[in-house]
């Protein structure tokens, strides 16, 4: 194993802290199934409250530390971002539109222009 694979579990503690949660996701999918005479919200809930316990679990292993790291980052990020106006969005749409619409017709013309060549000239056919 290498120094640069960080991204990969390492401990033990934490690998069977990620089954654990596989496992208690798909207890929650089985309790929404087996639960199918009682009513959808109690359903909903066993399957949601399994999601939550597994995302509980998985948040005190080491990638689940990293993957908050990251979101954290990721939104500090997002936060420095310069956002272009309303105006200056509109007006790269319909460039971006326009841009479309004129390659369609080349494409279009490119695509005519072949086919005359080939069935027109090279095989006589009209």
Do not use: C, H
């Not at 120094?3 to 929650?28: C, H, M, P, Q, Y």
């Not at 359903?43 to 292993?61: D, M, P």
């Amino acid at each position: 194993m290498s120094n640069t694979s960080i991204e990969t579990v390492t401990s033990t503690a934490d690998r069977l802290k990620l089954a654990l949660a596989v496992l208690v996701i798909i207890a929650g999918i089985v309790g929404f199934s087996v639960l199918s005479a009682q009513p959808m919200a109690a359903r909903i809930g066993v399957f949601v409250g399994g999601l939550i316990v597994a995302a509980a679990i998985a948040w005190f292993s080491e990638p689940g530390r990293r993957t908050l790291s990251f979101a954290s980052e990721s939104y500090n990020e997002v936060k420095r971002v310069s956002w272009p106006t309303r105006k200056e969005t509109t007006q790269m749409t319909g460039i971006v539109f326009a841009f479309v619409a004129i390659m369609g017709i080349f494409m279009w013309v490119l695509d005519k222009g072949i086919e005359w060549i080939i069935y027109g000239l090279l095989l006589g056919w009209k």
